[in-house]
């Protein structure tokens, strides 16, 4: 029961935060730049096309955020924020060593790793996965999820060398 709780506890609070983030980035709200900000972030990396990888952003927060809320089809909403978090630390945050104060890897990379146990230990008793019976096949969906992320990492990686240089300061205030 206090596996359960605390599984709960931490979906709720890390799906939250991303709810919020991604909603920064698709909406605007909470002082986020929302889609043109986000465009211009997207941009400001490198990455082609914009307004597609801008949605992925926003949408993978959002609703990895919002799927980790409500314990529904896990290990889906993980993978979202897994995905959004790896762009965060290895084509971000890299360059700027472990420390946040130094915009380092250390937040996002503690998102990624809370959402990658939240991943591996299932959603708990206190979801719809539990309510409804739910249950995708484990834990072949959580590998063929990280190897779409790591294509997804790749691609976007591609993106930026198919692309002209831009600006580096584009977008630094709305990171991921």
């Known amino acids: 029961m206090l596996l359960d709780l605390g599984l709960f506890i931490l979906r709720l609070m890390l799906g939250l935060t991303f709810m919020g983030h991604g909603s920064q980035k698709l ?3 909470f002082k986020g730049g929302g889609w043109k900000g986000t465009q211009k972030m997207v ?3 490198g990455s082609r096309p914009v307004w597609f990888w801008a949605l992925l952003s926003g949408l993978s927060e959002f609703g990895g955020g919002l799927l980790l809320v409500l314990g529904l089809l896990s290990p889906i909403g993980s993978l979202g924020i897994i995905a959004a978090m790896s762009i965060a630390v290895f084509k971000v945050h890299w360059r700027s060593g472990f420390w946040v104060t130094n915009h380092g890897i250390e937040y996002p990379l503690t998102n990624l790793v809370a ?4 991943a591996l230990a299932g959603p708990g008793h206190f979801s719809l996965d539990a309510l409804f019976g739910l249950a995708l096949p484990e834990p072949l969906a959580l590998v063929i999820g990280l190897v779409l992320v790591a294509i997804g990492l790749f691609a976007q990686d591609l993106s930026k060398k198919s692309s002209p240089a831009q600006p580096s300061s584009a977008g630094q205030g709305n990171r991921p």
Not at 115 to 118: P, Q, S, V, Y
């Open 27 to 29: 909406f605007g709200w």
């Open 115 to 118: 959402a990658l146990t939240l």
């Open 43 to 45: 941009a400001g990396m």
